[in-house]
Nanobody, 128 residues
């Protein structure tokens, strides 16, 4: 089965940077879309950034210009480079994969309900 494992989370001060990684295994084929989502306590899961198999990207307005998403297909790894971090970025961050094409064909790259596979999450805490 498909397995996604996130790493790279931690605690940083406002203005700092982190690089999250998501290593995938058990793939039978390339996902249509890979994405990063986050969820703070008591809040809904929010789409942060996503990249499709053509390299097109999407970003939430709240992170645009501060976060970058990329992937290394040879290493089966997805990255989220986060800079200028703010306390409101504090959340559990998850990577997700759309193999069925639901996110891709609906142009819903930041919609958590369109993704089939999820990692366990990595915590990001930004202090002021």
């Amino acid at each position: 089965q498909v397995q996604l494992v996130e790493s790279g989370g931690g605690s940083v001060q406002s203005g700092g940077s982190l690089r999250l990684s998501c290593t995938a295994s058990g793939y039978m084929h390339t996902a249509f879309v890979m994405g990063w989502f986050r969820q703070a306590p008591g809040e809904e899961r929010e789409g942060v950034a996503a990249i499709d198999n053509d390299g097109a990207t999407r970003f939430a307005d709240s992170v645009k210009g501060r976060f970058t998403i990329s992937q290394d297909n040879a290493k089966n790894t997805l990255y989220l480079e986060m800079s200028s971090l703010k306390p409101e970025d504090t959340a559990m961050y998850y990577c997700a994969a759309d193999f069925a094409g639901n996110a891709y064909y609906n142009d819903a790259y930041l919609d958590a309900s369109k993704f089939e596979y999820w990692g366990q999450g990595t915590q990001v805490t930004v202090s002021s």
